[in-house]
């Protein structure tokens, strides 16, 4: 859903991001970074990969994945601003340790709708930053998991950050961020 990565007639943008960069729920605290005066929040839905798979059809991409969740992918603008102005790689400023806040995985039956229709949500000490629904991705889940599979194999325990909505924006120490899938509250985070 980031609009300002691609169009609905391009390729999803595709990075990658190390184990070390997981935040996982329980920890519940992300340290902002030395090396960085402007770290960005992006909520992102998140895919649980359920079993291994390469060059996946999108019509048969929901099979491989069972859980979903809600997730931030915390971003040194700063860094990655000065990285593009060179047209160097800015993996750095999106990989970094603890990166990758990841909230609690539910089954995706669990809404009883399709995953193309869901609501989610951030909201910062209270305040809704960003909304959404599913159904106004750039790219679905399922084409999102068939391009990167044919590029990477795709691995049980995979997780796949499907794109942001508008709202993105700069965290600050002692902000406290919720991320709710649907009514369900599934990623809680304080900025430290």
């Avoid at 859980?67 to 060179?86: P, V």
């Avoid at 995985?105 to 951030?122: A, H, W």
Wanted: net charge negative; aromatic share 10%.
């Amino acid at each position: 859903m980031n609009r300002a990565l691609s169009s609905k007639d391009d390729d999803p943008v595709l990075f990658l991001k190390p184990d070390t960069a997981i935040l996982h729920n329980d920890e519940k605290h992300f340290y902002i970074p030395d090396f960085s005066s402007n770290i960005h929040y992006e909520a992102e839905l998140v895919v649980k990969i359920s079993k291994m798979g390469k060059n996946i059809a999108e019509r048969f991409a929901h099979r491989y994945y069972n859980e979903i969740t809600l997730g931030i992918d915390f971003t040194a603008r700063d860094i990655q601003s000065e990285l593009k102005s060179k047209g160097l790689p800015w993996e750095i400023s999106k990989a970094f340790d603890n990166s990758a806040a990841v909230g609690i995985f539910v089954s995706k039956d669990k809404f009883g709708k399709e995953i193309n229709n869901l609501n989610f949500k951030l909201e910062i000490d209270g305040k809704v930053v960003q909304a959404a629904n599913t159904s106004q991705m750039i790219h679905s889940v399922d084409k999102i998991i068939a391009y990167a599979s044919q590029f990477f194999t795709l691995k049980t325990g995979d997780l796949i950050y499907t794109g942001t909505p508008a709202g993105v924006g700069k965290v600050e120490i002692g902000n406290h961020l919720m991320g709710y899938l649907e009514k369900d509250n599934l990623l809680d985070v304080h900025i430290r």
